[in-house]
């Protein structure tokens, strides 16, 4: 039976994404990035699912686009297919939260999936890299864009001309990833985080993650303006009121992600 380059399955209200190249360390194939952009719009338009996780192996969450693939193409080939726009920009539409979970190798493309991703959990054996440079390619999936932003000039510029690799523990410190967990407890870590975040109310969450992604592409008094706008949305939510309703009456909310 032929290999799928991604699994998909559900836990609660978290879907989860494997990506299911391990030969080949998860290198990102055109059928690897299609079947991962149709399992993340499938997630996004369940009403059952609240949080999405994407994972990897033990060794690798991806060590980037796969070079086999792209070693004999030509100008007219990523053209015409539209390269990385076609697939590789669908993580942009996603609206519910997408967690990382990330152990091994996040190189290349890899690294920049990550970055696409809302929260990334490393476990201790992750390795993050930037390593185009070194095929004399340059980091095209937003490598260039997502990472200044994320740790600064200085850091992004080092990792993107030098091909430095980081580890767990220093791309903690330089605010790439958002927490880094023991290797073995990657997954379990990731699926409890991703069933608090999905308990929670959906349009809030959808809410907040506009918000937050907005903060990237606007000045600061265009961004609040676009907060209170979600802020006083919030009132309209039967959620909100049921969760302030909630706390003053010192019982658990029940949320019915409207
Ligand atoms: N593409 C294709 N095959 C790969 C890739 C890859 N990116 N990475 C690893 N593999 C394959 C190897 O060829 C090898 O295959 P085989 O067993 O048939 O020889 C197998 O996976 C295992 O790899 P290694 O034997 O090399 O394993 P090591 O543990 O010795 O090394 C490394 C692990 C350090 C991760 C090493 O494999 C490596 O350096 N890989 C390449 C990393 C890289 O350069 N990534 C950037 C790729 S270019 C890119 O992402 C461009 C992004 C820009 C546009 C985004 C969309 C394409």
């Not at 836990?11 to 149709?38: H, S």
């Not at 080939?77 to 609206?95: L, M």
């Not at 030098?162 to 880094?180: F, H, K, P």
């Not at 608090?196 to 903060?215: F, Q």
Request: with cysteine; proline share 3%.
């Amino acid at each position: 039976m032929k290999e799928q380059p991604v699994l998909v399955d559900t836990r609660g209200r978290v879907g989860v994404i494997t990506l299911n190249r391990p030969q080949q360390l998860n290198a990102l194939n055109d059928a690897l990035m299609d079947a991962l952009g149709d399992a993340l719009l499938r997630f996004d338009s369940d009403e059952a699912i609240g949080a999405i996780v994407i994972t990897g192996s033990t060794k690798a969450f991806a060590a980037g686009a796969d070079i086999a693939a792209m070693a004999d193409w030509r100008y007219m080939d990523v053209y015409q297919s539209d390269f990385i726009t076609r697939n590789w920009e669908t993580i942009r539409r996603v609206r519910k939260p997408v967690i990382a979970a990330v152990a091994g190798f996040a190189m290349g493309g890899g690294c920049e999936l990550a970055l696409a991703c809302d929260i990334i959990i490393a476990a201790e054996s992750a390795k993050f890299a930037l390593p185009e440079i070194k095929l004399a390619m340059v980091p095209g999936a937003g490598g260039t864009q997502r990472l200044p932003r994320a740790i600064g000039k200085a850091k992004a510029m080092d990792m993107c001309l030098s091909a430095r690799m980081l580890d767990a523990l220093e791309a903690d410190r330089y605010g790439l990833i958002s927490r880094v967990v023991p290797h073995e407890r990657l997954l379990d870590e990731t699926l409890a985080l991703a069933g608090k975040i999905a308990g929670y109310s959906l349009p809030a969450l959808m809410a907040i993650k506009e918000s937050v992604n907005r903060s990237w592409e606007s000045s600061l008094s265009e961004g609040i303006g676009f907060e209170r706008r979600q802020l006083h949305a919030r009132f309209a939510s039967e959620d909100a009121h049921e969760g302030m309703k909630a706390f003053l009456s010192k019982r658990t909310p029940v949320f019915e992600h409207r």
